[in-house]
């Protein structure tokens, strides 16, 4: 799921090959777009949404860009004119700003299957996250700069922004990394047993973050005194298994989807937290199926839910607790 960066609509895709596109004001589907493969990864591109295909097929509206392996990840850049592709063991910049030939630019060979990628805010760099390994590529000339900070895992998501240019990679395994894109470049291990690498919240204007395991929930802030060493985490609860987590855009809220289990019972929500104040949560939403992801809205008045059984909702913030828009 993605919001437009206007937020008066969101994409949703899936491995069954459609891309939707609903209304956020009114909840209405005004586009229905169905692919021939299943779709691993999507972007907005100006007005039209750009599809990662299995097939390693780029597809942006009615045009096709044929690529070698599956399109498992891809970025598009700010403004929307260029797309970073991962597909396979390959890495292609594509050229979106005439919808009607997009076309490969750059293409690279990387040393293993690439699984994450994510634009520089200024420059023409691309971050590229794979097994065991993080590395800059520079667009420009197509200089390749290790980032050594793996102590091993496979890249799973990449988190860019925040205050003090931080940003977050989690990795399948036993740590998640945080690091500064610039001066003075610190680096912190974020060690939470056992993640999956993609339940990784990024509060951008705190510098800090939630990685979430199936054992355990933990915060950590990355700014302030003793930075050379790994932040303090907090622990925030045990309750249920993390199945998506977000932060608000703007505030101290953090929501988290659970599934929550009870002798042969087993149930689904969405939890909310405001860990400035409480460490409990404030309560429960219920779900008719397991919370696979949470996206905020860009002016976070509104979130988007997608569930298990392939429903995609949008809810007002004012649907989880008054504190949620109360600016607290």
Wanted: net charge negative.
């Amino acid at each position: 799921m993605l919001w437009h960066p206007s937020g008066d609509r969101l994409a949703a895709a899936s491995l069954g090959g459609e891309v939707i596109v609903l209304d956020a004001a009114s909840g209405v589907v005004v586009q229905v777009d169905r692919q021939d493969a299943a779709v691993l990864s999507a972007g907005w591109a100006g007005e039209e949404v750009v599809a990662g295909r299995m097939d390693g097929t780029l597809a942006l509206g009615s045009q096709r860009v044929a690529l070698t392996g599956w399109v498992n990840a891809l970025a598009v850049a700010p403004g929307g004119g260029e797309a970073a592709v991962a597909h396979g063991r390959r890495f292609s910049a594509v050229d979106l700003s005439d919808p009607t030939r997009p076309e490969p630019t750059v293409q690279v060979e990387h040393q293993s299957t690439i699984t994450a990628v994510a634009w520089h805010p200024t420059r023409r760099r691309v971050l590229v996250g794979s097994s065991n390994r993080l590395d800059w590529l520079d667009l420009t000339n197509g200089a390749v700069d290790p980032v050594p900070i793996l102590w091993g895992g496979a890249i799973a998501s990449l988190h860019p922004g925040g205050v003090d240019g931080w940003w977050v990679a989690g990795a399948r395994g036993d740590w998640s990394y945080a690091w500064q894109l610039e001066a003075p470049w610190a680096v912190h291990a974020l060690p939470v047993p056992r993640t999956t690498g993609e339940l990784v919240a990024l509060d951008a204007e705190r510098a800090r973050c939630v990685v979430a395991s199936r054992s355990m929930t933990v915060l950590f802030a990355m700014a302030g005194d003793g930075r050379d060493d790994c932040p303090a985490g907090l622990e925030l609860f045990s309750l249920g298994v993390p199945t998506a987590v977000t932060w608000h855009p703007h505030l101290p809220v953090l929501l988290c989807g659970v599934t929550l289990e009870q002798g042969d019972r087993r149930g689904s929500g969405i939890l909310q937290w405001r860990p400035d104040v409480d460490p409990a949560p404030l309560g429960l939403s219920t779900t008719p199926a397991a919370v696979t992801q949470l996206a905020w809205s860009p002016d976070g008045s509104l979130v988007a839910v997608g569930l298990a059984d392939g429903t995609v909702g949008v809810m007002g913030a004012g649907q989880f607790a008054p504190a949620v828009g109360d600016g607290a």
